[in-house]
């Protein structure tokens, strides 16, 4: 008799998922400069295959920094772009709001729920965390 046993994969803390942008380029006008733009954010920007769709991998402040940075150029072609990546940034998972809550020591709720839109819940498990787990 044969068994198996399968064991769930275990992703490092740094674990930064990909966001996918469906149909990158047929969407925005000037793409090389977009593209530029954020590469230069120090994102990685990847095509799937030979498909139309792309991915992008980012850290939060590199996210943030490319949606600033999109804003600022008013390109309007750009804005769902804008859009798309502001809903991702609404998605982040509790290991990278400890992350981001670890990297500015006595953040306070107000600031974490303005800087990542998590829930006030979602803050206070992020701070307590932080402050009763030495």
Request: hydrophobic fraction near 40%; charged fraction near 30%.
């Amino acid at each position: 008799m044969l068994v198996f046993i399968f064991k769930p994969m275990k992703t490092s803390k740094n674990h930064i998922p990909y966001i996918s942008l469906p149909s990158f380029l047929r969407r925005v006008l000037k793409s090389s400069a977009l593209k530029k733009l954020i590469l230069e954010q120090g994102c990685e920007l990847n095509r799937i295959g030979r498909s139309r769709h792309w991915q992008l991998r980012a850290s939060f402040e590199q996210l943030e920094a490319t949606i600033s940075a999109i804003e600022a150029n008013e390109e309007p072609s750009w804005q769902w772009l804008v859009a798309h990546l502001s809903k991702q940034r609404r998605d982040i998972d509790f290991d990278n709001l400890i992350s981001i809550a670890e990297k500015k020591p006595g953040i306070t709720l107000s600031e974490l729920m303005l800087r990542t839109d998590c829930t006030i819940a979602q803050a206070r498990k992020v701070i307590d965390k932080i402050e009763f787990d030495d």
